[in-house]
């Protein structure tokens, strides 16, 4: 993250945002290493809700389309390895 500001990518709201996305993310793996754990959307997706407007408030609209085709392509490319797990 400190590299992230000083190049001055991350500034102001953005901070929030990505500190609150980076809290996200342990909880959306735990879910993905096992299904059964359902109670990590619980947090995670609140979390989300809550950094999401931050996002959208400092016009960083531009950084949405590649995060979804990111988080897309991630849940794609795993898709395989869940099922495999859930066998």
Do not use: H
């Not at 190049?7 to 809290?23: C, K, S």
């Not at 735990?30 to 996002?55: E, M």
């Not at 408030?57 to 590649?66: F, G, H, K, L, S």
């Amino acid at each position: 993250m400190v590299p992230l500001i000083g190049i001055r990518f991350l500034e102001g709201v953005l901070i929030t945002t990505y500190v609150l996305f980076a809290i996200v993310i342990p909880f959306f793996v735990v879910y993905a290493c096992k299904l059964i754990n359902g109670w990590a959307l619980i947090p995670g997706i609140i979390t989300a809700v809550v950094g999401f407007p931050f996002l959208i408030a400092e016009n960083a609209v531009r950084y949405i389309t590649p995060m979804v085709l990111i988080v897309g392509g991630v849940r794609l490319a795993s898709r395989p390895i869940i099922q495999k797990g859930v066998d």
